[in-house]
């Protein structure tokens, strides 16, 4: 936690005017805070090993799923370094969240883990062998599913990301539409390729009442040049 959230110190320090060293100190008890979660698994497996020595390596990929399910939910919850999302770049197999959610691929992948370590202390193999299986199926399967789902054609899709890399300093309602056209580039070469969709990564939320029109105006250039533009969050 402490390389994921490196830039937790120079949020409060730059936007709420905090002390650095206070600072510091909030990013090393948020650490210690979200490490306790497992420091608390840890110990559960522990006492489930003594207890089971076999079924403890079983039982360990359920009692990682609910470790990451309470750091999501709890206190409004904080669902960083979740292992499932390790695979983001594993198509196949993250097709699997369609059913069960990123938990599902922290469970298939904990679950493989697990039953390794235990074919390798207790010479159980038949347990690692199965949850190789199960893995082996579900990236058959995700990629059936991709294949199935293959809206492309034989032509393809051509589209283009527009990233207008915006500062957070700036706020939308007390900025020109003409700045924030500037900003995203809207007409220029982005757009004036061969290109047919253009996904939009920070939609403006923050606009303006009056101002929001004159700025989603800007982006007329997407109907006199047939593109297509959806709108998200990055």
């Known amino acids: 936690y402490g390389i994921l959230l490196y830039w937790i110190p120079d949020v409060p320090a730059h936007y709420g005017g905090m002390s650095y060293w206070l600072c510091?100190?909030?990013?090393?008890?948020?650490?210690?805070?979200?490490a306790l979660y497992w420091g608390l698994f840890g110990?559960?497996?522990?006492?489930?090993?003594?207890?089971?020595p076999a079924a403890a390596f079983v039982i360990a990929p359920f009692l990682w799923i609910a470790t990451e399910?309470?750091?999501t939910r709890f206190l409004t919850g904080f669902p960083w370094g979740i292992i499932g999302t390790s695979q983001y770049r594993n198509l196949p197999l993250?097709?699997?969240?369609?059913?069960a959610g990123v938990y599902g691929v922290?469970?298939?992948?904990?679950?493989?883990q697990s039953t390794f370590v235990?074919?390798?202390r207790q010479k159980r193999k038949s347990p690692f062998f199965a949850a190789l299986t199960l893995l082996v199926l579900a990236h058959a399967?995700?990629?059936?599913?991709?294949k199935k789902s293959d809206f492309r054609g034989s032509a393809g899709v051509k589209a283009a990301v527009v990233q207008g890399n915006v500062s957070?300093?700036?706020y939308w309602q007390f900025t020109a539409p003409e700045e924030v056209r500037g900003i995203f580039c809207v007409g220029h070469e982005p757009f004036e390729r061969d290109r047919r969709v253009a996904v939009e990564r920070a939609a403006f939320l923050g606009a303006h009442d009056g101002r929001r029109g004159r700025v989603v105006a800007g982006h007329g250039d997407f109907h006199r040049h047939r593109r297509c533009l959806a709108f998200g969050v990055g």
Do not use: P
């Open 168 to 170: 957070s300093d700036i």
């Open 69 to 71: 399910f309470v750091l």
């Open 24 to 34: 510091l100190v909030v990013y090393l008890a948020l650490i210690f805070f979200l």
């Open 106 to 112: 922290s469970f298939l992948l904990v679950l493989v």
């Open 118 to 120: 235990l074919a390798l």
């Open 94 to 99: 993250i097709q699997a969240a369609s059913l």
């Open 141 to 146: 399967w995700g990629g059936y599913e991709l």
């Open 43 to 52: 110990h559960v497996f522990v006492l489930l090993r003594r207890s089971f």
